[in-house]
């Protein structure tokens, strides 16, 4: 039997059990109809009349044969959502890099998917051993990172970070659960998941140096989330192009028939409500609260030029010049 793995936009808490029986699954169109089940009962549909359209046209999921088909449904209910043959191509282990361009030190913050623990505390401590070692002002490149893990990247930079709540998780009914961040790791919804004590790992709190956030049309879902808990610090500030809009929620739960092979994985999704400090693309002014539903963030200061493509040696795109020349008048100016 083939491996699945389903990545779902619902809108319900983690700690919410997903109605699932394993021994009936044991092909994909029973893991594609109760999947579709569940996506119909508790997820955030973009587009209703199109969702009812494509329920109907495969039976509800029945008639659904191969992955590909799977992902296309669940892509029809709402954008963030997917399925993978294989937990394994989610999978991304690239390490946080730092170099020097234009008189600034630039720390890229990758995409980070892995759930391997000892890879995952690696990269906590990566990235907190960057921000440690630099002196005077920064950048951290989020250009081209699709995501991930929220709470890897929100904890390999804690120490830019202010202790407190960062967003409120909003379920399809309306119900809100706090994520707040602490010596003892992030916690609350989803970002729980791979909740870790990391008072061993990470460094003092450094909220008086200036840091410039760049960020592209290719930054998303986790890295949004980061980028919203960074605006918490009021020496941040963002600078490119508006985000991706996969502003929100996931946890991942793996699914196991007793009569067969197939696993798959189940995400859970809520919406992000922000209050003051972020802006959205549907409300440029800052000040109020924004329910980002896929909404875009808005970056502090627009540069409409994108990055370049990435050079053999870096794996995300490196900051262009217009957008050094917007950071540099930026710190010039305080």
């Known amino acids: 039997m083939a491996k699945i793995v389903v990545i779902i936009l619902l809108s319900v808490i983690i700690a919410d059990t997903v109605p699932i029986q394993n021994a009936n699954i044991i092909t994909i ?26 329920m109907a046209k495969t039976n509800g999921g029945r008639n659904l044969h191969t992955v590909k088909d799977l992902a296309m449904l669940l892509n029809t209910a709402n954008k963030h959502s997917s399925a993978v043959s294989s937990a394994n191509t989610l999978k991304k282990e690239q390490m946080p890099h730092q170099y020097t361009a234009n008189g600034l030190t630039i720390i890229n913050v990758p995409s980070f998917h892995t759930t391997e623990k000892s890879v995952y505390l690696t990269y906590i401590r990566k990235l907190n051993a960057l921000v440690a070692d630099i002196r005077g002002p920064f950048v951290l490149n989020f250009s081209g990172n699709v995501g991930g893990s929220p709470s890897a990247m929100i904890l390999g930079l804690y120490s830019l970070i202010p202790n407190g709540q960062l967003w409120t998780s909003v379920a399809r009914d309306g119900k809100g659960q706090q994520v707040h961040l602490s010596k003892n790791g992030l916690r609350g919804s989803a970002a729980e998941y791979l909740g870790t004590d990391v008072k061993t790992i990470i460094g003092k709190k450094n909220l008086h140096t200036k840091v410039a956030v760049v960020m592209d049309n290719h930054s998303a879902s986790a890295a949004e989330f980061t980028i919203m808990s960074l605006k918490h610090n009021p020496n941040v500030k963002i600078f490119g192009l508006p985000s991706a809009g996969f502003t929100s929620e996931n946890s991942g739960q793996t699914f196991h028939s007793p009569l067969s092979d197939n696993s798959w994985k189940i995400i ?44 053999s040696n870096k794996k995300q795109p490196p900051v262009n010049s217009t957008v050094f020349n917007e950071i540099k008048k930026w710190l010039a100016s305080t």
């Open 268 to 311: 859970t999704w809520t919406t992000i409500r922000t209050d003051h400090w972020v802006r959205c693309s549907s409300v440029l002014n800052a000040q109020g609260t924004h329910q980002f539903n896929n909404t875009p963030i808005m970056p502090d200061v627009l540069v409409a030029e994108p990055n370049t493509p990435a050079s």
């Open 29 to 54: 169109p029973d893991a594609a109809y109760q999947t579709v089940a569940y996506m119909a009962k508790k997820g955030i549909i973009e587009d209703s009349s199109a969702w009812h359209a494509a």
